[in-house]
């Protein structure tokens, strides 16, 4: 089962192929520039690709054996729209009883009414990226909130800038990708060249 599981290669040559990962020279709504963007929903707009990359990172959970003997009392959650397939994704190949995503309201990350206590499973927390780990953490405290518990956690790709565990939970990913970051333009390699820029929503 395990060596079933894509190298982050092999990962890097899908999210190029979809257009999730770019190369270019991109600034971000918080005014730092980088070479690179990864823009998750289109790997995930091809159903063969979203179930290949789910699918690998679903290993990584059966593997443990934390999870493995709670199946499928299993709750997979998403912090966020973009990890919404991977959960649909993850839930399948784990056959794991449960989903819930969060979403931003007024600033603040929430699941939907009328999620009661006592009601979500023990849980992985799975995301299409993790940048900061910020989501990840928001989510986790959500679960706690509601008194279940997380047993793993993971993304497609994940910043090596962000924490490699969740508290004392390890957080899995497909690829650990090493982002540049310029603080800003007067740092940054591709300004000196003048390359001309795009803008990045989130
Ligand atoms: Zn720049």
């Not at 989501?135 to 924490?163: H, P, Q």
Request: glycine share 6%; net charge negative; proline share 5%.
């Amino acid at each position: 089962m395990v060596d079933l599981i894509p190298s982050p290669d092999t990962v890097m040559q899908i999210l190029k192929r979809t257009g999730a990962f770019r190369e270019g020279h991109f600034v971000y709504p918080n005014g730092k520039h980088s070479p690179y963007y990864f823009q998750m929903p289109l790997a995930f707009r091809y159903y063969d690709t979203a179930r290949v990359l789910a699918v690998a990172l679903s290993r990584k959970f059966r593997v443990d054996r934390d999870i493995s003997s709670q199946l499928p009392k299993v709750a997979v959650i998403s912090p966020s729209s973009g990890g919404i397939p991977v959960a649909f994704g993850v839930r399948d190949a784990l056959n794991a009883e449960q989903i819930y995503w969060a979403e931003q309201e007024n600033g603040k990350r929430m699941f939907r009414q009328y999620i009661n206590q006592g009601e979500v499973n023990p849980c992985i927390i799975v995301d299409d990226i993790i940048r900061s780990g910020s989501a990840t953490e928001e989510t986790a405290e959500l679960v706690k909130a509601l008194g279940s518990r997380v047993l793993g956690c993971g993304a497609i790709v994940k910043f090596t800038s962000a924490d490699d565990s969740l508290e004392d939970t390890p957080i899995k990913s497909l690829v650990e990708f090493d982002v540049q970051m310029f603080d800003s333009g007067d740092e940054c390699s591709d300004c000196k060249k003048d390359a001309p820029i795009e803008h990045v929503r989130f």
